[in-house]
């Protein structure tokens, strides 16, 4: 062996597993040296949860980025000749009409996010996998590139990483856990181990299981946590004998039992002629905690594989025989079965990028086999260019509250997690049930007696509509479908929209104490905001104002919005409560790369904001303000920002609007929010929900919504919010942005779409969630622009106004023109759809359009 390395570039730390090797090999494409792998387990691992995982991959998921990971595996490992593209089935059970709409809806995704999935009926599953009994499905989905990594993903692990030794860019060594992190100045130093220590610029954490043992090194945890998933065999199965295939049929999912099948294939191969049939527990998961793990000396098996009781799979299993009755036929392999452990999320999503605490020091955690080459390309990309192909908002580590990271809430959420690893399907909107109430505005207790609606965002609790406001439909009835469909109307309430039409004619209240707001002060805070923001931020003259603007990336494309309060001695960034933490850190990041003389301090829970809006807010308003005529248009222009003050408290009041009506952004103190609140609701003002704001009018409005509409894969123009001149001053990405709006025109373009007819083959009024593909109606294709980027809808809702369903999507540029028809697919059927605008421009106007009458 090597003598042990004193110093390196990176050292990554599990790189006996398919991420850590697939990290290795993408850092070594781009060009990175001086690398060393270390692992507690041999190389490739003989301990986690790669040596022992199922390896199958299917494309289908409702979120671009999972499927756009597992599409780079799959072509990865078939390029190294280690997949079997053998195709996947999953099925729906006669009489479960439930999973048979989430199959389509997941064939609807799969052509959003680029698959070549489709619907298949009975004969045709029964023909590819003759073991089911025809009679027990009433159709499926069948994914032609679904398949398995051959041998095993271990085998692949092991020649990536021999490779990279062979390059001599990267030394492993086997058996060699990591004792601790030096950290100085906040930056990751080195790593210590028993052969001795490592000095390094960079440290990977690609652990698996035993990864927030490493982040715990650090006073940081990872809200991830492994949890039993049981793995049993069936055999001897010999239909394959002879054949050398690792697997003859497609793979089977059986998820509304929460199951999945396969064969191993010729006996004389990996596996060896038996079936495998898995499973997830719906009720009852058994989790584990990292500090829970045996040592290898100490686990019968293996630290990741614990002992299975029969008693947590016979339900399932006797469901599973009804199927596929070759389960019990063949004899049960109990020394080969076991309780395989894998991570589950509390983020819903891996967690990956660099730690909250310390520069340098980079996670990738909770990661399957069908997304490690994938999830290596981004790490590999990420630390090389700071910035990444495909949005990576929803798996960033730094998007984490404090309270997301304490373990109780990740004992909760990855609990609820592990429930809904197959079943049931997943709602856009679903909210989690546990670890709710961890934030709430100072007029909590009121909302409560209104009886609102509470979804949660960022820890806040937030009422999307008050059943006090119910009485509301009896005016607003006739312009407030009912949704019949019960998908559509989940998590959905129909006073939101009432409330919605209510203020479009009066005025009304809503809480948005959700902000995340980030306070930036000292010498260079002005300086600093000039190079990360679009806009142009200094200049006295912009002293008083909020400037909305954007922070773009080194190659143009769009990274975050803000509205940013420039103050005499300080600015304020007003933030959506889902970006704030990520940009938080990366604002602090940015000064500390730059050399900025600034504190950048979080003040979310210091203060607390009502929107007023809607044509008589000016009217109301002035009823509990201390100087009323100060409201005037004349002494209060718009975007203006100045202290009001109402119930003895002083406020800032920011002339702004995001539903389209003229109003204000009140911004207080905490402690004075309820005063001020009651104040307000003593006028008999309405308050209505954030479903209003969120998306019924901000869709009306055609305003776009950040980590949604807004992504790191289309530039300011595509989305039209770029100002019709560029600032002076040098900013992030400037170059790359003058460079696109040099072009004639942009690859693509944000449109709004409406849907022109939304009734389904059944009769029934749809009122779409999620996401859909957008497609040529002639060609039933779903679009792709010169660049290879997909047309998907990026929000969706009913615009009660209007009367219609609005959506956002990007282009292509030839089918970018306003009245062109196009289709939309939501769950398997068709509906018409019209480009209503390209580019920015609200379909509501407040000054030329009111309610329908």
């Excluded at 599953?125 to 069948?142: H, R």
């Excluded at 859909?772 to 779903?782: F, H």
């Excluded at 997909?790 to 615009?799: F, L, P, R």
Aim: aromatic content about 10%.
């Amino acid at each position: 062996m090597a003598e042990f390395p004193t110093k390196a570039k990176v050292v990554i730390i599990g790189l006996g597993g398919i991420v850590g090797a697939s990290i290795a090999h993408h850092l070594i494409e781009r060009g990175w040296d001086d690398i060393v792998g270390i692992d507690k387990s041999g190389i490739p691992t003989d301990i986690g949860s790669t040596a022992h995982a199922s390896d199958f991959c299917y494309t289908t998921s409702h979120d671009y980025l999972s499927v756009w990971t597992t599409q780079y595996s799959i072509d990865f490992y078939e390029k190294m000749g280690h997949y079997a593209r053998i195709g996947g089935l999953e099925v729906a059970r006669t009489g479960d009409d439930a999973w048979m709409e989430e199959i389509r809806r997941k064939v609807t995704s799969g052509k959003a996010f680029g698959t070549n999935v489709r619907l298949v009926d009975p004969a045709e599953i029964k023909a590819m996998f003759p073991l089911i009994e025809e009679d027990q499905v009433q159709g499926g989905m069948f994914d032609p590139d679904a398949g398995l990594v051959i041998p095993r993903s271990q085998t692949v692990a092991g020649k990536l990483v021999d490779a990279a030794e062979k390059s001599g860019k990267l030394q492993m060594f086997g058996n060699t856990p990591a004792q601790s992190l030096i950290v100085e100045g906040g930056k990751i130093k080195g790593v210590v181990t028993h052969r001795g220590t490592i000095m390094a610029d960079h440290v990977i954490v690609c652990a698996g299981l035993w990864g927030r043992l490493i982040a715990e090194m650090v006073g940081e945890d990872l809200p991830v946590m492994p949890v039993d998933h049981p793995l049993t065999f069936f055999g001897p199965y010999t239909e394959f004998e002879g054949t050398g295939k690792e697997i003859g049929f497609p793979l089977l999912r059986d998820q509304g039992n929460s199951a999945y099948m396969r064969d191993t294939g010729d006996p004389k191969t990996t596996e060896g002629g038996q079936i495998e049939w898995g499973y997830y527990e719906t009720t009852n998961p058994r989790m584990c905690h990292p500090r829970e793990l045996l040592e290898k000396h100490e686990a019968r098996l293996s630290p990741s594989q614990r002992d299975l009781d029969m008693e947590q799979i016979l339900e399932p299993l006797e469901r599973a025989m009804e199927l596929t009755p070759i389960l019990g036929e063949l004899g049960y392999n109990e020394g080969h079965s076991f309780n395989g452990l894998l991570q589950v999320s509390a983020g819903g999503g891996a967690s990956c990028g660099e730690s909250q605490k310390v520069r340098g020091l980079w996670y990738c955690v909770a990661i399957w086999v069908k997304d490690g080459p994938g999830y290596g390309k981004l790490i590999a990309d990420w630390m090389t260019d700071g910035r990444t192909e495909i949005d990576h908002n929803s798996i960033d580590y730094a998007r984490f509250y404090p309270h997301q990271m304490t373990e109780e809430f990740i004992a909760n959420r990855c609990y609820e997690a592990a429930q809904k690893i197959y079943f049931p399907a997943v709602h856009p909107r679903e909210p989690y049930a546990s670890s709710r109430g961890v934030k709430r505005s100072p007029f909590h207790e009121r909302e409560k007696e209104l009886g609102g609606h509470f979804m949660e965002l960022g820890g806040w609790e937030r009422a999307h509509g008050y059943a006090a406001n119910e009485h509301l439909l009896e005016k607003y009835g006739d312009w407030v479908p009912v949704r019949e469909n019960e998908w559509d109307s989940r998590h959905f309430w129909r006073v939101s929209n009432a409330e919605h039409l209510a203020m479009s004619e009066d005025c009304g209240i809503v809480n948005l104490s959700h902000f995340h707001m980030v306070d930036i002060e000292g010498p260079d805070h002005v300086d600093m905001l000039e190079w990360l923001c679009a806009a142009k931020i200094g200049g006295d003259a912009n002293i008083g104002k909020g400037i909305y603007t954007h922070f773009l990336d080194d190659e143009g494309m769009v990274r975050a919005d803000f509205t940013v309060i420039r103050m005499a001695d300080r600015c304020r960034l007003i933030n959506g409560a889902d970006a704030g933490p990520r940009d938080f850190h990366y604002m602090r990041r940015v000064a500390e790369d730059r050399g900025y003389d600034v504190t950048i301090t979080d003040v979310t829970e210091k203060f607390i904001t009502i929107g007023i809006w809607g044509p008589n807010a000016r009217e109301t308003l002035k009823k509990v303000v201390a100087d009323p005529a100060g409201l005037d248009i004349e002494n209060f222009p718009f975007a203006a920002i100045k202290p009001i003050e109402i119930a003895g408290k002083t406020v800032s009041a920011f002339r702004l609007s995001y539903v389209g009506e003229q109003g204000w952004e009140l911004h207080m103190k905490y402690e004075d929010g309820l005063a001020v609140w009651d104040a307000l609701r003593a006028t008999g003002v309405m308050a209505f929900g954030v479903e209003t704001y969120a998306n019924s009018r901000r869709m009306e409005k055609s305003l776009r919504l950040q980590n949604g509409d807004l992504l790191t894969q289309y530039n300011l123009i595509e989305a039209d919010l770029a100002r019709p001149k560029v600032k002076e001053a040098d900013f992030r990405g400037k170059a790359k942005h003058l460079e696109y709006k040099a072009r004639d025109h942009q690859p693509a373009m944000l449109c709004t779409l409406v849907m022109t007819e939304n009734t389904d083959s059944h009769g029934v009024k749809r009122f779409p969630v999620g996401s859909m593909p957008v497609m040529d109606p002639d060609t039933g294709k779903t679009l792709v622009d010169d660049l290879g980027r997909i047309s998907y809808t990026t929000s969706v809702a009913y615009g009660p106004t209007i009367g219609k369903n609005i959506m956002l999507a990007y282009l292509p540029h030839d089918y970018c023109q306003v009245g062109r028809t196009l289709n939309v697919e939501y769950f398997s059927e068709a509906y018409p759809v019209e480009v209503a605008a390209v580019g920015y421009k609200p379909l509501y106007d407040p000054e030329n359009l009111k309610p329908r009458s």
